[in-house]
């Protein structure tokens, strides 16, 4: 079963910037898609952006420009760094395989991503 450990979220102000980490364990990194995901305040879970194990990457329009994707697979480890943050990037970010229900729609804890305007 697939253990992922967020990290690095926090408050910051409009127009910032934050590099979100996943540490993955329990499955074979890299022959696994991987994909960050949010959940604002009263929405459905969404997917920002995905990457597969050779490093081709996918976004949300609504992030497209400002967040960039990436893997180390031989860490475990994805990161989401995200610049010109805005007040709907507000929300609860998690890490996973892609799709989800690969691993039994199993998800970690998440990071708290809060952007003030």
């Known amino acids: 079963q697939v253990q992922v450990v967020e990290s690095g979220g926090g408050l910051v102000q409009s127009g910032g910037s934050l590099r979100l980490s996943c540490a993955a364990s329990g499955i074979i990194f890299g022959l696994y898609v991987m994909g960050w995901y949010r959940q604002a305040p009263g929405k459905q879970r969404e997917l920002v952006a995905s990457?597969?194990?050779?490093?081709?990457?996918t976004y949300a329009d609504s992030v497209k420009g400002r967040f960039t994707i990436s893997r180390d697979n031989a860490k475990n480890t994805m990161y989401l760094q995200m610049n010109s943050l805005k007040p709907e990037d507000t929300a609860v970010y998690y890490c996973n395989v892609h799709p989800p229900v690969l691993v039994g729609d199993s998800w970690g804890q998440g990071t708290q991503v809060t952007v003030s305007s």
């Open positions: 990457i597969t194990s050779g490093g081709r990457t």
